[in-house]
């Protein structure tokens, strides 16, 4: 990807993908060592989604010579959550509901949805866990990356 045609949403992608491998390898290794039916271990799925976010922003305000615009590094952050998400959720289908079924028995044995919990609304929760996660992440990290001569509204006419 040359880098005169970065915008927002081919960075977001870019990182999106690299952030989603992550998380995949994280599964993969918390899947070996059988600590994937804990919970709190997935808690470490939002750290990496957190690095892979302020990397992405990190990135596109290097490549706008520090001059980057509030909703384009907001934008950033979003598309790179949404796009790990996809990913990691495709792969969660792939890995728990074809390749390896018995994690979703342990999963179903230790998660509050029991017995009720499919390949399908795991997936939902993945995509909506990420999304969610990546907005408020994204606002977050943009209060770190904005401007620094960035001026805020002085009031709505």
Known sequence: MAASRITPETNGVRYGLYTGVGM???????????????????????????????LAIANYKRYRQDRMPYLHGFGTGIITASVASVVFGFFFIVYAGVLNRAIMEGIRGTDLFGFDLSVTIAFL???????????????????????ADHKPMTGVE
């Open 125 to 147: 929760a993945i995509m909506l866990q990420g999304a969610m996660g990546g907005v408020i992440i994204s606002l977050i990290a943009m209060q770190y990356f904005k401007s």
């Open 24 to 54: 995949m390898a994280y599964f993969v290794l918390a899947s070996l060592l059988g600590i994937y039916a804990r919970i709190e271990f997935s808690f470490l799925n939002l750290v990496i989604l957190t690095v892979g976010i302020c």
